[in-house]
């Protein structure tokens, strides 16, 4: 097939174009050329910016476009609009982040928050409702011809959010280890070359529909995932669980990675049972924390990466947990 991908050289859209030629379809990637682009010397890259000109990609046809890149409903729409007569299918990468959390845990038909159209700052509290916003431009658009995918967390191979590998690499230091929560919290991921495989899956069938991409294929804990990276990692850390509600006193501590509060759990639950029966295929975790690793160590970041957890606020937070849950009972009520 001919495939375009917007973006390509950064995590997701890396793995798609990995993916896709690895079974032999021919690619073109549409990005600024800002990120990684000394990779992929053999596909065709056409340099631009969707927000200022779609022009060259005038002209041209491809059996589909995969969009792993789109964030603002201007944005999405430009591209639809620019796209809708040159190609088959438009598929875009969304988020479970679209859903309110309201009726419990989310299969594709909870609610979603209220499209947002008017927001040009990509924040936490804008974020889901932009994504609703794209996949209405997508659908209104594409009608028929698109297929819509809702990843939770995504992780593996040249993730830049740290939210995983941070975990891996703590427990493989050794010490005391803060973690979050209720050691029993369900914690869900996604492995970014099963995302791929499944949209290609879908984009080669011609097949569109709405779904969401979680896993792994077995209930996880976050005490689970912690046993899986230590047994992959072979590290000795201590782990001491801090209570939601102590974490929640300091903006600081709740950037934990991977911690959400209690009432945003039902996320951490969302269904794939659509996409399971669709065809969608999920590793084991161990195999992920293991190529994960492997990547990172061949190919380290120049930066620290966001998502971690600085080593001294873990221990300002340690030392505060502490303090209160050795505090006498008496000094602790006054």
């Known amino acids: 097939m001919k495939l375009l991908v917007m973006g390509g050289t950064r995590f997701v ?36 910016d969707r927000k200022e000109s779609l022009e060259p990609l005038a002209g041209r046809t491809w059996d589909a476009v995969i969009d792993p890149a789109g964030y603002l409903p201007a944005d999405v729409r430009a591209s639809a609009e620019a796209l809708k007569d040159s190609v088959g299918m438009y598929a875009f990468v969304s988020t479970i982040s679209v859903y309110t959390g309201e009726g419990g845990p989310p299969n594709e038909d909870a609610p979603l928050h209220p499209a947002d159209f008017e927001s040009t ?23 028929g011809r698109n297929l819509i995918v809702r990843p939770g967390i995504i992780v593996g191979p040249f993730d830049y959010m740290n939210r995983f590998l941070y975990w891996a690499k703590r427990i493989a230091q050794g010490g005391e280890m803060a973690a979050p929560g209720d050691p029993e919290r369900p914690v869900q991921v996604l492995d970014v070359r099963d995302l791929a495989a499944f949209v290609l899956d879908r984009v080669e069938a011609g097949a569109g529909g709405t779904f969401n991409l979680v ?17 992959v990692t072979g590290g000795d850390a201590s782990v001491t669980w801090i209570p939601d509600e102590f974490l929640g006193r300091d903006d600081e501590w709740k950037k934990m990675p991977l911690w959400a509060p209690a009432d945003d759990n039902d996320l951490f639950l969302t269904s794939n049972a659509r996409a399971l029966a669709a065809g969608l295929k999920l590793r084991p975790v161990a195999d992920t924390i293991r190529d994960h690793l492997a990547a990172d160590e061949a190919d380290p970041p120049e930066t620290t990466p966001p998502g971690g957890f600085d080593p001294e606020r873990e221990a300002e937070l340690l030392a505060a947990w502490h303090a209160e849950a050795e505090a006498p009972a008496s000094a602790a009520s006054e």
């Not at 700052?121 to 009608?143: R, S």
């Open 13 to 48: 859209g890396r793995h798609i174009v990995e993916a896709a030629l690895a079974r032999g379809h021919e690619v073109t990637m549409f990005n600024r050329g800002k990120k990684n682009p000394e990779l992929f010397p053999e596909v065709e890259r056409i340099t631009g």
């Open 121 to 143: 700052e990509i924040t936490n509290d804008t974020y889901g409702g932009l994504k609703v916003a794209c996949e209405q431009v997508v659908q209104e658009v594409m009608a």
């Open 215 to 231: 896993g792994p294929a077995e209930t996880l804990t976050m005490q689970g995932m912690l046993d899986e990276m230590r047994a």
